[in-house]
T-cell receptor
Framework: DAGVIQSPRHEVTEMGQEVTLRCKPI?????LFWYRQTMMRGLELLIY????????DSGMPEDRFSAKMPNASFSTLKIQPSEPRDSAVYFC????????????FGDGTRLSIL | DQQVKQNSPSLSVQEGRISILNCDYT??????FLWYKKYPAEGPTFLIS?????DKNEDGRFTVFLNKSAKHLSLHIVPSQPGDSAVYFC???????????FGIGTKLQVIP
């Protein structure tokens, strides 16, 4: 079975540019999560969706961040405009809607904003 | 305010010995706990979990212990192997809810 697929794996761009991160969850999973990993704060939940509907976006740091899930097999996380402090590894994860089911993570997008 | 705390950023252990990774939590609503393992350039992978109705859960070389009164859990790896070298994340949730809160991680190095 294919796991969670994220693209791109690496992104380097200049401050002020728009950045779009993409995620394809595991087929049949009901939940999709976006996380950000930094040295200081570890893995932070940014937003999560259930059946394509955003449930909790309280972790989204600013209005510059937005996320969409237009269908069950695709989600995007967009940063516009990007800033150097957005540099981090961004992970997407998905899971079943069953008690005790763990989240399955993609391999992440390493984002560097110059 | 970190609700899940891993106070040791790193740990080194000799191959064959026991590795003990610790985790504390502050939110008394948490009743389901997980450990994830992460290799460089890969996403975290689920390792083992425990519900608050138990105080121990074992899976091969990995055992998780939960002390609810102390709001503390630990992951024991016996015997430790070089392939166990990774970052270990402690995580907690309210059972039945998908939102999971992660700790900052502990980097384990197993020395051959």
């Amino acid at each position: 079975d294919a796991g969670v697929i994220q693209s791109p794996r690496h992104e380097v761009t200049e401050m002020g540019q728009e950045v779009t991160l993409r995620c394809k969850p595991i087929s049949g999973h009901d939940y999709l999560f976006w996380y950000r990993q930094t040295m200081m704060r570890g893995l932070e939940l940014l937003i999560y969706f259930n059946n394509n509907v955003p449930i909790d976006d309280s972790g989204m740091p600013e209005d510059r961040f937005s996320a969409k899930m237009p269908n069950a097999s695709f989600s995007t996380l967009k940063i516009q405009p990007s800033e150097p402090r957005d540099s981090a590894v961004y992970f997407c994860a998905s899971s079943h809607d069953r008690v005790g089911q763990p989240q399955h993570f993609g391999d992440g997008t390493r984002l560097s904003i110059l | 305010d970190q609700q899940v705390k891993q106070n040791s950023p790193s740990l080194s252990v000799q191959e064959g010995r026991i590795s003990i990774l610790n985790c504390d939590y502050t939110n008394s609503m948490f009743d389901y706990f997980l450990w994830y393992k992460k290799y460089p350039a890969e996403g975290p992978t689920f390792l083992i979990s425990i519900s608050s109705i138990k105080d121990k859960n074992e899976d091969g070389r990995f055992t998780v212990f939960l002390n609810k009164s102390a709001k503390h859990l630990s992951l024991h790896i016996v015997p430790s192997q070089p392939g166990d070298s990774a970052v270990y994340f402690c995580a907690a949730s309210v059972e039945g809810y998908q939102k999971v809160t992660f700790g900052i991680g502990t980097k384990l190095q197993v020395i051959p």
